[in-house]
C-alpha cells in the first residue's frame, strides 16, 4: 500500500507470489525426496510398539486447527468494527483499489490471516526440513516395518543393523514411519495456539463482555494443543522428545510471527473515543484521570472511580499509608506525609531533596467500571 491508503493489485499478487514459492519446498519434500535411511539395534523396545490409528488425524488437525484462528480472526475483527470503533468512523483510514473503496474489515483480515497462513508455512517448511535429514524411525517402526534381520530373533543386540529390507508391502507406511523426530502434530498445534493467543491480546484491548472470557479463550487454544501433543505419545507416533522439540518449535515460531512479522501489538488501533480504559487501568493523561498540581500544595483528582491512595517510604519501599473507598466526583489530597525520621527545614517547608518522599495514585483494575 502507498502513503495515500491505495491498495496496489501488484503487492497483492507478490504476496501471493512469495507465499506460493514458500510452498513449494513442502511439495518437494512429500512427493520427491525420501527420508534419510537410518539402522537399528533389534533390541531397541523403543521401537517396538504397535501400530494405532491417530486418534487427530492429519485431516482433522489441518481443518480444525486452520479454521478455529481464522473464525477467531474473523470474529474480533468484526466486533471491534461494528462495536468498539462505530463512533470512530473518522479516526481510521480508508482504502481504495482504483476508484473503488475497501473497508478496512477487509484489509485487517487480509493482513492479519495472511501472516498467519505465513507462518504455517514457515512452521511445516521447518518440520519437514528436520524429518527428512534426521529420518528418525517412530516408536511402532519395526511393526510396520518388519525388517528381515533381527525383528524374529535379536541374536546380536549389539550390532548396528544397516543392510536390511522391509518384508511388508505398505510403502506410505514405512516411509511414514521414518519421520519421527520432530512432531508436525505438536509443532503446528502450539503454532495456532501462539499466534492466536497473541493476536487475541492484542486486538481485544478492552474486557470482551467478562474479563475472564480471554484467558479461557487462550486457555482452550493451549490446552487443545497440549492435548494433540500428548495423543502422539500414546499413540505411539512418536517419541516423547519429539513431541516435546516440536512444541518448542512450533511455539518460538509462533511468537516470531506475531510479535515480529505480524507485529500484532504494534497494530492494536486503539481509538480514542469510547470508555478510557484498557482491561480496568485509566488513563492518567485523560480528564477522567489525575490533573496537575493546583499551585497549593495538593493535587485534584477528578474522578468517578474507585481509588487507592499509597505513600510509599522511598528508603524501604514500605507501604507507609494505604486506603481505598468510592469518593465522590471531586475531592483533594493534601500535602504527602514525610518518612519517618525526616525533619523539616528552618522555614517549615518541606524538603525539596528529590526522593524525599513519594506519593502514588493506583487505581484498582478490579473494580473500575466503565466510563462513558
Known sequence: MSDNNTIRMSRVLCDFLVLTLIAIPLYVFHEFIPPVRRGFYCDDESIRYPFRDSKVTRQMLIVVG???????????ELFR????????????????????????????????????????????????????????????????????????????????????????????????????????????????????????????????????????????????AAY??????????????DVLVGAIMGSAIGVFVALFVAEVFKRREIPSCGPSNEFGLIRMDRPDGVSNANGNG???????????????????????????????????LGPPRLPPGSARSNNGQLPSEPGAFKTELRVDPCIVVNMK
Open 228 to 241: 494433540v501433543s500428548l495423543t502422539r505419545v500414546s499413540d505411539y507416533k512418536h517419541h516423547w522428545s
Open 81 to 224: 468494527t461494528l462495536a468498539w470503533e462505530k463512533k470512530c468512523e473518522t479516526e481510521f483510514k480508508t482504502y481504495h483499489v482504483r476508484n473503488h473503496s475497501v473497508h478496512r474489515l477487509v484489509v485487517r483480515l487480509y493482513c492479519f490471516i495472511g501472516y498467519f497462513f505465513v507462518g504455517v508455512c514457515f512452521n511445516q517448511l521447518m518440520v519437514d526440513i528436520a524429518k527428512y535429514t534426521i529420518g528418525r524411525q517412530r516408536p511402532h517402526f519395526m511393526d510396520v516395518c518388519r525388517p528381515d534381520i533381527g525383528y524374529q530373533t535379536c541374536s546380536q543386540p549389539d550390532l548396528y543393523i544397516t543392510d536390511f529390507k522391509c518384508t511388508t508391502t505398505d510403502t506410505k507406511k514405512i516411509h511414514e514411519a521414518q519421520l519421527s523426530f520432530y512432531s508436525g502434530h505438536s509443532a503446528f498445534s502450539f503454532y495456532a495456539a501462539w499466534f492466536t493467543s497473541l493476536y487475541l491480546q492484542a486486538r481485544l484491548f478492552r474486557p470482551l463482555f467478562s474479563r475472564l472470557l480471554l484467558p479461557v479463550i487462550q486457555f482452550l487454544l493451549f490446552g487443545g
Open 298 to 332: 495538593s493535587n485534584t483528582v477528578v474522578s468517578t472511580q474507585h481509588v487507592i491512595v499509597s505513600e510509599v517510604d522511598p528508603a524501604n519501599q514500605r507501604l507507609v499509608s494505604s486506603s481505598s473507598s468510592a469518593l465522590q466526583p471531586i475531592f483533594k
Open 66 to 76: 486452520l479454521l478455529i484462528p481464522i473464525l477467531l480472526i474473523l470474529a474480533t
